[in-house]
């Protein structure tokens, strides 16, 4: 069978879902052609112009206005701005045949099927027979929306629903019409995992598929449970967000966030289209949020829904929330509960929900009874929204950004005891769920053999989770394949002779333990193995070294001690690079500050695409002192080339330092000079990459991997740079772009990259640069405006201007 290749796609309909879409397609380097309807009338500035309907600037003014608008807003839906070249756009009328070279055509107009079929028959008149034509519905069955297009067309149509925003949200639901080739369904599966970098779930064909289905019935039930319950807008969000691994955002602000008004149409669907299922009545609106519908409090778009922000007569903004018993605004009020205090010594989320379902306050009733409603309902949606329990949680995770399935939360809870939550609220769950406890299985997943395993209801016993394998699953090999563990890492063995070392610090900062554990992998891969991947599958990467410990030493002045401690770190990231085998690093989330220099100093980079990724410690008040000043003086270096103007580009690496840029994504890091091209590579999908990064080892050994000869070549510039940086940060300062501190901290930086106030430019060794590097650092440890910002840091998360 011939491979499909998606070279261009055609996506109808430019509004925020369909900007959002071909920008993610741009994003992976596809090309892109955007197409929407023409205006019906000129605006003024067109009239002002003297232009006419028949001008191609008016009849594309509405994709070209929506595509605009959609690369300028945040988060940004591009990896990097270029990537825009990537799509072309027109209009309905005009470009229509040119969807005849489109290898997919993708809709995603209005939600109405009237308009939605009249497009079809308008695109089929054009398509190439044999093209994959899906449609973004989230919710119109897509059974009626192929009625009576030709036999080829049905073919090769299914439902491909986006969340939005389309390049974070990872949830991409594949929903099959009658006709739909098995084949299309299998491509589009494997397409949105490895290229897309998407959670692909195969869904039936019922309203609001499965992630909205869940998502939604989840909103609704807690819109009654807190009238139920007296609970206010804050104790809810405090109840529903980080602590059980769901988004800062949680619940209301979630809804202001998306909006009212969306929520309320998912819902009413359902409730027109669900009529047997059992939880009916809890779609329905309560009477606070059809006041707030009548009242047009949408939310963030109309500016008030659960939350407002408030701007005082003397400029201080004030968000009040809303007070759902008088529906009225007031301050906000600090939400406590005992049960949650309970949970704060627990890293891990997972290992939270049995404390906090045994809470003897009102934060555990309200979890009781919250669970007990989520593991009835999502019982009974089998076989009718899926045959697969393992899809409903990989919707959840991805769609709607919950740490935990709904069934993966009833595991850690225990299967018996969350019937017995079901029970007491007088709930019934699936008759499946008791047969499966009867017959002995006592969880919905089980690990063997490094693989995850689901309870399969027509078989009755535990089944592969399909598509795992191109994954390597650390928490599934952690224990199995162990070989070193401290309190700061694990080291685990991948197979094939590759070493992987996991941090496993609070956030993944990297302190003693795990300069200690990087230094036994390198260790233990010299003597038994071949290479060594850095990466976990935490929520980031990590956020860079222990300022806790260098602050407790800093005002303890134990200057010998804290320069020992650098020193470790430096020679730490010096050992990625000069080792005999290979060291690969798997960036992704948050990598800043160490987890930067540690990325830079590995021979090879295998980066998430969404990776913030940069040197951030002038926010502290210090220069990077684990070799990443070193690091940016030897690139910039590696850069000069004949008739450059040398100090423009060191000048460029010095920036990147001293504005404290942080790439917004792996393709940006590039521009940084932090990732390097032709080195370094990026994956679209995170699941993927602790794999590709033992594969990339594996290569970088097999093609003979020598220990590099460290460097004493590198060009600094001396007095002449030295000069140029210290006049810089003189007008910034006398401009008050930057404090008198601030140009402290700029010219220690100016002096490491200059290389010192050598008399000319002189080749000199890394160590060299390392010394002054760790000389300027510790400095800076000695100024008691520096310990204000670090103390500032750990209070607060938040960089001190000072």
Known sequence: MSKRRIKKIAIIGSGIMGSGIACHFANIGVEVLLLDIIPRELNDKEKAKGLTLED???????????????????????????????????????????????????EVVIERLDIKKQVFEK??????????????????????????????????????????????????????????????????????????????????????????????????????????????????????????????????????????????????????????????????????????????????????????????????????????????????KRAKFATLELTK????????????????????????????????????????????????????????????????????????????????????????????????????????????????????????????????????????????????????????????????????????????????????????????VIGNQGANFSVGANIGMIFMMAVEQEYDELNAAIKYFQDTMMRMRYSSIPTVSAPHGMSLGGACELSMHADKVVAAAETYIGLVEFGVGVIPGGAGSKEMALRASDTFRKGDVELNILQEYFLTIGMAKVATSAHEAFDLGILQKGKDIVVTNKDRQIATAKAHARILADAGYTMPVKRKDVKVLGKQALGMFLVGTDSMEAANFISEHDQKIANKLAYVMAGGDLSEPTLVSEQYLLDLEREAFLSLCTERKTLERIQHMLKTGKPLRN
């Open 123 to 332: 695109l089929e008149k054009h398509r190439t027979p044999g093209t994959l034509i899906t449609s973004n519905t989230s919710g119109i069955p897509i059974k009626f929306m192929s009625e009576g297009r030709s036999e080829d067309f049905q073919k090769h149509f299914c439902g491909t629903h986006f969340f939005n925003p389309a390049r974070y949200l990872r949830l991409f639901e594949i929903i099959p019409g009658p006709k739909t080739d098995a084949s299309v369904l299998e491509f589009l599966n494997g397409y949105g995992e490895q290229f897309l970098g998407k959670t692909s779930v195969v869904a039936k064909d019922t309203p609001a598929f499965i992630g909205n289905r869940i998502g939604i019935f989840s909103i609704m039930s807690l819109f009654h449970t807190v009238k139920a319950m007296d609970l206010t807008v804050e104790d809810v969000d405090k109840l529903t967000g980080p602590v059980i691994g769901r988004p800062k955002s949680a619940t209301f602000r979630t809804v202001d966030v998306v909006g009212l008004d969306t929520l309320v149409h998912v819902a009413n669907g359902i409730e027109e289209n669900c009529k047997n299922d059992e939880q009916l009545a809890l779609f329905k609106r309560p009477d606070f949020i059809n006041t707030m519908m009548e009242k047009n409090w949408l939310g963030s778009k109309t500016g008030q829904g659960f939350y407002k922000k408030q701007v005082s007569n003397d400029g201080s903004k004030e968000i009040l929330s809303l007070d759902l018993n008088t529906l009225e605004y007031r301050s906000k």
């Open 56 to 106: 191609k600037a008016v009849r594309n003014r509405l994709v070209n206005e929506a595509l605009a608008a959609s690369i300028k807003s945040k988060p940004a839906p591009l990896y990097h701005k270029s990537f825009a070249n990537r799509i072309s756009s027109g209009n309905l009328e005009n470009d229509i045949a040119k969807v005849a070279d489109a290898d997919w055509i993708m």
């Open 345 to 532: 010594p627990i890293e891990k989320v997972i290992d939270r929900f049995k404390i906090l379902v045994s809470g003897k306050d009102k934060a555990g009733e309200f979890y009781r009874k919250t669970f007990a409603a989520l593991f009835a309902y999502v019982s009974h949606r089998i076989p009718e929204i899926s045959e697969d329990l393992y899809k409903i949680d990989d919707a959840m995770k991805a769609g709607f950004g919950w740490e935990h399935g709904p069934f993966q939360i009833w595991d850690a809870i225990g299967v018996e005891k969350g019937l017995d939550l079901i029970k007491a609220e007088g709930l019934e769950p699936a008759s499946w769920v008791n047969d499966m406890v009867v017959s002995g299985n006592t969880s919905f997943y089980n690990v063997k053999k490094g693989a995850s395993y689901f309870y399969d209801i027509p078989s009755k016993a535990q089944q592969k989770v399909p598509g795992q394998d191109a994954f390597i699953i650390l928490d599934n090999i952690r224990k199995s394949h162990e070989v070193f563990k401290n309190s700061g890492v694990v080291i685990e063995d991948l197979g094939d002779g590759i070493l992987n070392c996991e941090f496993q610090s609070k956030m993944n900062t990297i302190g003693g333990d795990v300069l200690a554990g990087l230094n036994k992998a390198v260790d233990l891969a010299e003597k038994d193995f071949d290479g060594l």
